[in-house]
Each structure stands twice: as structure tokens, then as C-alpha cells.
């Protein structure tokens, strides 16, 4: 026992070595662990943020995608203004072989001053833009340069394929993208849309690997804006104002083509003409959107609204005569003068020759408070809210002074913007309702869903049908040989209209000068007008009467619009062409008797509806098809379907049997919008 | 055959009875590895999917920026003004006079 005894402790020495062994090993394993776990703590907890920001930096790309800008598009969807992606150009200087030889080159290729380029390299580190949005023969001969340092990203570039046609109205934008005038700049926040970020894996070779669904945050393009505009007047009514402003050597004009039954703008054309596509080149007297945003003495062509308002008020009747003193009258100490002496007139003949004298004398039957009244129930003296920057809404001050009475009764001491004065003869056309001018009649976003929506808005009626027919009626004599426009008259249709020839005031001597600001305003065909044609000359040199420079230019433009249109001729053929006037009741032209033109087209029946030129097709009934069905059917007759909203087809524009060009984008819109 | 095997049959155990014992561990190692393969070969092909709709979208961008300069030149070649002056000096075309053209009722 004793011996056992003695064994065991000989055994315990080692053991407990053994035991402070594993014990030390223990602890110095327990030491690592603890080392380490403290370290994963660090690392894991509150190091967090900071590496896997670092972790996401080295092998997650981030990629922002800007958002293409919406399109402008006319009435029938032609585009005024697009949004496309172009290249361009940045160095890094670091990279560059030789920055001397570099920016030398590079200037030669881009066309840039390559001292300045010089500067630019060497002041930047790493990155700096050499050409932004440059064209594609740019990019060409840079990359056949081959110089490491140098790179291409995709930025949107807008064009405006239609270069000046319309250019006021759809404005301008920025290198950055944003609109700095006309629709870019008021609609820019429905344009530009939102930029969309995508992100994904890059492997070691670079390639990418896409890591989210696509669609999570994908860009949503801007929204598209259809204007009430019609390409094919506008670009009449430029060609024709450019015209008449060379022709009388004036500095500038404008023209304006209106709906009166929608109050729809057709066309807005000024000269001097802006290409948005080279603003650069542009000089500042071209960026002004003149037929919205000048205000100016409109002249002889408000005498309508006084013969209107009195007739309307009961002040005269049509038959009521005035004596027009002879071509002078003294108001006060002050003179109003005819350019032609007249005697005793009717309102109508007052029209017809524009006295400003017997104007003058009816605004005094009128009075004051009426005159004024009635020019602000025409909407002068108020925005019309187009929607475009700069709007002017004129000033119609109340007359005090008999001189100012007269003076603004025949259209002098008070102003008002081109677009209100075509407004205003709108309602005349109108049988006295005034329309809302409107130039936007959709914002579509990405979606299709309809954003904003213009429609025809009746505004008020200013005089009753009979007043504005009897109006209209005495403005048809104006174009007569014995009017102040003549040269307004057409043969096929009848014209009702007006001219105006005011002073301009100079603002260095404060008084009117000799310059003039002619103008004609007309609606056609006058029995069921189709549009109101306003054309206004600036300081025209050759002649200062409307009727002579500004009644041509009016003539031209309803002559390209109204078969245009399709619109059927107010006198028959034999009339027109032997230039004899048809009688004149307000009642829409019936054709009486056999038409030679109508007989030739049934002597050839079927030609017309199979006699389509090449490039034309007819639109297809699509109403209460489904979605498919109606593509289908669009790409098949070579249009282009855009569709806003689901279901089935609720309404088509243009409508069904229309014959348009191929390529035309059909809208339709479908019971329902998408959500 | 291994001792502790010889020592199991002397001791009474047939080799189909260890066998048996043994098949749960066996089956689930095997569940293990195949749940690993599919999940793997899942990622696989995960990545590849990956790879083809960066591919696939890449393209598509292409193609729309194609699209949209086809669209712009089409605009730019349909430019009223370019067309006249194309039918004017190409074609020798004039404008109709103001009475040339006779618009007729549709029937």
C-alpha cells in the first residue's frame, strides 16, 4: 500500500507538469482566439460601414444613367425636338504622352485653341472634359489620333431636326441638359425625367455582371410634348414672313395662325429666325419669341373691337353714319388726321378704309368705361397663359382725356401681344366666343400617362353671333378694291379681315417716331372661318401699310393652308377665275350647280380613293380594338403606334380615313390608363 | 477487414447490421454534397445569367441609341424645308399658284 502510495506521487510530477502544459497551451490558444475574436469584432462591428463601403468601391460599379429628355412633338407628331446620345471627349493629363503635343493635336482634330486646351491640362489632375457633345467626324479623328489619356463617354445631346422651323417656341437647352428657353425651360421639369442607377459586379477581366433586377432603378425618360402646332403651317408661315420682311427691308416680324373654334395655335413664326441647334451663332435679337413676348401699338386693327363693342351695346347700328371731318379733327388741341380724306361713312366703310376719325367718334358713342370693358372682355390687358417664359399681356390704360379715347379706339396708346390679337379676332370668327389660346395640348410621360391636357376652353362670349357675323360681314369689304387690302383677297375663298399701320413710339425723344409697325390680320374662309392668319412687319422701309406689305404675306400663307386642309373653296371655280365676286351671305359656300372639277374627279371614280401618292397612307378605323390588334394593324399600314393608357382603343388621332405621310406616329388613346 | 470489424463479427454482428448502421450517416453526407452541387452549379449559373443580361442589356442600349438616331435623321430628311428645296433644285418642281390647287367635298 505504502509502495503504491510511493508510485503515485512518483507519477503525479510529471502530470502536473503535463497539466501546467496544456494549461499554458491553453491559455496561449484561449490568448489567440480571444485575439482574433476581438479583431472579428472590430472588423465586423465597428469597422462595419467603413469596409464594406471600401468593399463595395473595389468590386461594385455604380452607374448613373441619365434620363433621355422627352421629345416636342406638332400636332401630328412630327419632331421638333429630340434627344440623342453623342460622345464626349476627356483626357486624363497624367496619361497623356506629351500634354504639349497632346493638346496640340487634339486642337487641330476638335477645331479648339490649343493654348487654351494646353491650360486645361495643366491645370487638372486627373480628369478633364477636351470636347463635350462633339460630332461624330470629331470623335473620328481623335480616336485615329490613338493617344493613351484619352477617353469617350455618352452624354444626350438635344437636336432640333426641323432646325429654325418653330425654333422660338420650343426654346433652347444647355450643355447640361437643362432648358434655358421657350418649352425647354417652362416644361423642364416634365422633360428631363429622373436619372435611373444601376450596379453590378466588375470581374477581373472587367467585364460586367449585373447584379439587381433591371428594372429596380432604371431611368424614366422624360415626357413627350405634343403642341398644337402644325409643322407644315409653320413652316409656311416662316417662309412667307421671312419673305414679306425682305420685301419691305424690315428689321423684324411675326405671324401667328390660330384655331378660332379650338383657339388652338397652328403656327408661331418670327423673324429674325432662331436655329436652337447653334444657339451660339445666334444674335440676341433672334432669341426673342416676338409674337408672344412683345408688347406693341397694335393700330387699326382694334378698330373691329370698337365697331363690335358699339354694335353689341347698341351705340350704333350698322347703318349709322359718322362724318370724318374731311381727313382732319381736332380733339382738344390735339389733331387726328386721315391718311385719306373721307366724308360721311358707315361703320363698315370706316372698316373698309380705316378712318381713324370715324373709329374715333364711334369709341366716343362707346364711351370710356365700355371701351375698355370690351378690350378686356377680348382678353387684352391679361396673359394668355400659354405656358411659354416672357409672356406679355400689354396694357389697355383707361382713357382719361378725350385724345386718349381717340386715339385708342383706332388701336394707339395701349399694346397688346401679337397671339392676343389673334385671340381676339378668334372670337369674331368665333360668332363672338372667345377661346383660350393654347399651345400645348398634351404632356405624355414614359408611362402614357397623360400628364397634362389642354383642351378647347370657352372663355366668354364677348358680343352675341349677330354682332360678330355683322363684323365679320363689314371686314370682308376691307379686302375689296375699294379696302386698304387688296392684295389680301383670294380668289377661291372669301377673306374677312383688317390692317393696321401704327407709329411706333421712340423712347429717346418720348414720342411716336416715323417708324411704323404694319400688320394684317385676317380669318378665311370668312363664311366658317378655318384659321385667323395675323402677319405684323417691324419698321418695314419699302411701304409702312399693312395692306401692302403684311396683306401678302397673310394671302400666302392661307393660300398654302386652306387646300392644305382640304378646305372646300368659298366661290366656284368660274367665279375664282374670272375674279368676279360671289354674293356674300354668312352662310357656309354650297356649290350650285354642276362643279367642272367634281365632275372631272367622278368622270375618274376610284382614282381618288386608290389614287394615293407613294409616301401617303390612310389612316385605319382602330376604335374598340385591343391594343394588339390596333398595332398590328399600324405597323402593317407603316405607321407608328403610341399607345397611352390599356385596353381596348378608345379614340384615334389622327382619325380614321386620314391620309398621312408613312411613318406618322398614330396616338391612340385606350379605355383606361395605366396606373 | 479491419480488426474493430473482425472483433464485431466474433463479438456476434453480422457486416450488413454495421452497414445499416452506418447508412443514415452515409445518406446524409450524400444529401450534403448534392445539396452542395445543386447550389453551386445555381450560382453557376446565376453568374452566367449574370454575364448575359449585362451582355443583353448593353445591347439593347445600343440598339435603342440606334434607334433614336435613326429617328433623328428620319426627322431631319422629312424637314419641310428640305424637301422643298429638294423637290425645287432635284425635281424642278414649283409651288402650286394660290389657284392651282381645288379642294373638293368628300363624297
Known amino acids: 500500500m505504502r509502495d503504491l502510495k510511493h508510485k503515485a506521487r512518483k507519477v503525479d510530477a510529471p502530470t502536473r507538469w503535463l497539466r501546467v502544459r496544456v494549461w499554458l497551451m491553453g491559455a496561449v490558444f484561449f490568448a489567440g482566439l480571444l485575439a482574433v475574436f476581438t479583431r472579428a469584432v472590430a472588423l465586423q462591428v465597428h469597422q462595419n460601414d467603413r469596409l464594406r463601403e471600401m468593399a463595395r468601391d473595389q468590386y461594385i460599379r455604380e452607374v448613373e444613367i441619365a434620363a433621355r429628355r422627352g421629345d416636342i412633338v406638332d400636332r401630328v407628331g412630327a419632331p421638333l425636338a429630340q434627344s440623342v446620345d453623342v460622345d464626349s471627349i476627356w483626357a486624363d493629363p497624367t496619361e497623356l504622352p506629351d500634354v504639349k503635343v497632346s493638346a496640340k493635336q487634339l486642337a487641330k482634330a476638335l477645331n479648339l485653341d490649343p493654348k487654351e486646351l494646353r491650360e486645361r491640362f495643366e491645370k487638372a489632375k486627373r480628369f478633364v472634359w477636351v470636347k463635350r457633345q462633339a460630332k461624330p467626324e470629331e470623335v473620328a479623328k481623335v480616336k485615329a489620333l490613338a493617344l493613351n489619356g484619352i477617353g469617350f463617354s455618352k452624354e444626350p445631346r438635344r437636336f432640333y431636326p426641323q432646325r429654325e422651323l418653330a425654333g422660338h417656341v420650343v426654346g433652347i437647352v444647355g450643355k447640361e441638359g437643362k432648358g434655358l428657353d421657350g418649352l425647354e425651360l417652362a416644361f423642364e421639369e416634365e422633360l428631363s425625367g429622373q436619372a435611373g442607377r444601376r450596379e453590378g459586379f466588375r470581374d477581373a477581366k472587367g467585364r460586367k455582371l449585373v447584379t439587381q433586377r433591371l428594372d429596380d432603378d432604371a431611368p424614366r425618360e422624360g415626357a413627350t410634348l405634343t403642341l398644337t402646332l402644325d409643322n407644315r403651317i409653320q413652316y409656311m408661315a416662316e417662309k412667307a414672313l421671312a419673305r414679306a420682311v425682305a420685301d419691305a427691308k424690315a428689321t423684324a416680324g411675326m405671324a401667328v395662325v390660330l384655331d378660332p373654334k379650338s383657339g388652338e395655335l397652328l403656327a408661331l413664326a418670327n423673324y429674325p429666325r432662331l436655329n436652337p441647334n447653334t444657339p451660339n451663332e445666334a444674335h440676341a435679337e433672334a432669341f426673342r419669341n416676338r409674337s408672344v413676348s412683345d408688347a406693341f401699338e397694335p393700330g387699326s386693327t382694334f378698330k373691329a373691337f370698337v365697331v363690335a363693342g358699339a354694335l353689341e351695346e347698341k351705340a350704333i347700328t350698322e347703318s349709322t353714319l359718322f362724318d370724318c371731318e374731311k381727313g382732319a379733327w381736332r380733339v382738344g388741341r390735339h389733331t387726328i388726321n386721315d391718311t385719306h380724306p373721307q366724308g360721311i361713312l358707315t361703320p363698315g366703310k370706316i372698316l373698309q378704309v380705316s378712318s381713324n376719325i370715324g373709329a374715333a367718334k364711334i369709341g366716343q358713342k362707346l364711351g370710356r368705361e365700355k371701351l375698355v370693358d370690351y378690350y378686356a372682355r377680348f382678353g387684352f390687358g391679361d396673359r394668355p397663359g400659354l405656358g411659354l417664359p416672357g409672356e406679355a399681356k400689354g396694357v389697355v390704360p383707361f382713357p382719361k382725356a378725350d385724345i386718349s379715347l381717340a386715339t385708342e379706339s383706332f388701336g394707339q396708346g395701349l399694346t397688346a401681344s401679337a397671339v392676343q390679337i389673334a385671340a381676339a379676332y378668334g372670337a369674331l370668327a368665333n360668332d363672338g366666343v372667345l377661346m383660350r389660346p393654347y399651345l400645348v395640348s398634351k404632356v405624355v410621360d414614359s408611362d402614357g400617362v397623360v400628364v397634362l391636357e389642354n383642351r378647347p376652353t370657352e372663355l366668354r362670349r364677348v358680343v352675341s353671333a349677330r354682332t360678330a357675323k355683322s363684323v365679320v360681314s363689314m371686314l370682308e369689304a376691307v379686302v375689296e378694291k375699294e379696302g386698304t387690302a387688296p392684295r389680301a383677297r383670294m380668289d377661291q375663298y372669301r377673306v374677312a379681315g383688317k390692317t393696321g399701320t401704327a407709329q411706333k413710339v421712340d423712347p429717346l425723344v418720348r414720342g411716336y417716331s416715323d417708324k411704323r409697325i404694319a400688320s394684317f390680320i385676317g380669318m378665311v374662309p370668312a363664311e366658317n372661318p378655318r384659321a385667323v392668319v395675323l402677319v405684323v412687319i417691324d419698321e418695314p422701309k419699302t411701304d409702312v401699310y399693312g395692306g401692302l406689305v403684311a396683306a401678302p404675306a397673310f394671302k400666302e400663307i392661307a393660300s398654302a393652308a386652306m387646300p392644305y386642309w382640304g378646305v372646300v373653296p368659298s366661290r366656284p371655280m368660274a367665279a375664282a377665275a374670272s375674279g368676279v365676286e360671289s354674293p356674300k351671305p354668312l352662310e357656309p359656300a354650297k356649290p350650285s350647280g354642276p362643279n367642272p372639277v367634281l365632275a372631272a374627279i367622278a368622270s375618274l371614280d376610284g382614282v381618288t380613293e386608290n389614287g394615293i401618292s407613294e409616301g401617303a397612307v390612310r389612316v385605319p378605323d382602330l376604335s374598340g380594338k385591343s391594343a394588339r390588334k390596333a398595332v398590328t394593324q399600324l405597323l402593317a399600314t407603316t405607321l407608328e403606334p403610341h399607345l397611352l393608357g390599356t385596353g381596348r382603343v378608345k379614340s384615334q388621332q389622327p382619325r380614321a380615313g386620314a391620309l398621312v405621310d408613312k411613318g406618322t406616329r398614330v396616338t391612340l388613346e385606350l379605355a383606361g390608363q395605366l396606373h | ?107
Open chain 2, 1 to 107: 477487414m479491419s480488426a474493430a470489424l473482425l472483433d464485431a463479427r466474433k463479438s456476434g454482428f453480422s457486416l450488413s447490421v454495421i452497414l445499416l448502421e452506418l447508412l443514415p450517416a452515409a445518406i446524409l453526407c450524400g444529401l450534403f454534397v448534392t445539396v452542395g452541387i445543386v447550389h453551386v452549379t445555381s450560382r453557376v449559373l446565376v453568374v452566367r445569367v449574370g454575364y448575359d443580361l449585362s451582355r443583353l442589356d448593353n445591347e439593347n442600349r445600343l440598339l435603342v441609341r440606334e434607334q433614336e438616331q435613326l429617328k433623328l435623321e428620319v426627322a431631319t430628311l422629312k424637314a419641310p424645308g428640305r424637301l422643298e428645296k429638294l423637290a425645287q433644285e432635284k425635281l424642278g418642281l414649283v409651288a402650286p399658284a394660290p389657284n392651282a390647287l381645288w379642294p373638293v367635298p368628300t363624297r
